[in-house]
């Protein structure tokens, strides 16, 4: 192994494996093991999120997401190793659109639509290129489910998420230490629609009575960030 410049790495031990390093991009290999990642996850949240979903809901989210990774895995199985993350996110988007039933469906269908459409086309992307793209997505499911923050939707997860990774982007974090922020934000920001009344989607046929429960789609949010933030630690 060598460096840029030519150097040989002196910590590369003949033989080994590379060490893995944080990514500093977000490539089509990157892509992939976010989303292999997310559907592990998603099989063992599957319960937690149908249970939710029971609560306040019509207790079909753990099925819908779970439906909706294999679709996921399934479409980037068709595409050639080299596809760009740009396609290969447009194709989780379109593919989540096309399987998922249920209101969950078409908004993830078009966060990751939109977050592919918004990432550079050929070229792997930067933190502060994801983090515009991250915000870009947020605004296509707004535009989509009219939720705004506070309604306790999965937007109570996107939008923070969004909003700090622009944030700490912006003073120049690498992608990793990005996503680690943004995470962090989708949690808080799942468990914070626990008090929340809901104001969309079918939990908000409940009025007071959705108060109480956290969202469904905002916990699956928080997995489908964390699940990139692992991807992008590993
Ligand atoms: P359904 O409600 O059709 O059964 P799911 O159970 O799969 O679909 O997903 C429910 C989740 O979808 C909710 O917990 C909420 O986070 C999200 N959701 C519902 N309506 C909206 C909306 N208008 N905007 C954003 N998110 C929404
Ligand atoms: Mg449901």
Do not use: C
């Not at 390093?21 to 089509?28: N, R």
């Not at 753990?62 to 595409?79: C, F, K, S, V, Y």
């Not at 639509?113 to 070229?123: F, W, Y």
């Not at 700090?164 to 995470?183: H, K, P, T």
């Amino acid at each position: 192994m060598t460096s840029m410049d030519g150097v040989p790495d002196p910590t590369a031990g003949a033989g080994s494996p590379p060490a893995t390093a944080p990514a500093t991009h977000l490539d089509g290999g990157l892509v992939r093991r976010w989303i292999a990642e997310l559907a592990q996850r998603l099989r063992a949240a599957e319960a937690r999120l149908t249970e939710l979903d029971a609560a306040i809901g019509d207790a079909d989210h753990g099925t819908n997401m779970t439906r909706g990774a294999r679709a996921a895995m399934a479409a980037l199985a068709e595409h050639d190793e080299d596809t760009a993350a740009a396609r290969l996110v447009a194709a989780v988007g379109h593919s989540l659109s096309r399987s998922v039933g249920g209101a969950s469906g078409p908004l993830y269908g078009t966060w990751f639509n939109a977050l592919g459409r918004s990432l550079p086309p050929e070229l792997p992307a930067t933190a502060m290129e994801l983090a515009t793209a991250l915000g870009a997505a947020l605004d296509a499911v707004q535009q989509l489910g009219a939720a705004e923050l506070g309604d306790k939707t999965m937007v109570d997860a996107l939008a923070p998420a969004a909003r700090q990774a622009r944030e700490v982007a912006g003073s120049g974090a690498d992608l990793a230490g990005m996503l680690r922020i943004a995470a962090g934000a989708a949690e808080d920001g799942a468990v914070a629609t626990i008090p929340l009344r809901a104001r969309r989607g079918r939990a908000s046929y409940l009025g007071a009575r959705s108060e109480g429960h956290q969202d469904p789609g905002a916990t699956s949010a928080a997995i489908v960030l964390d699940a990139l933030r692992d991807a992008a630690d590993a």
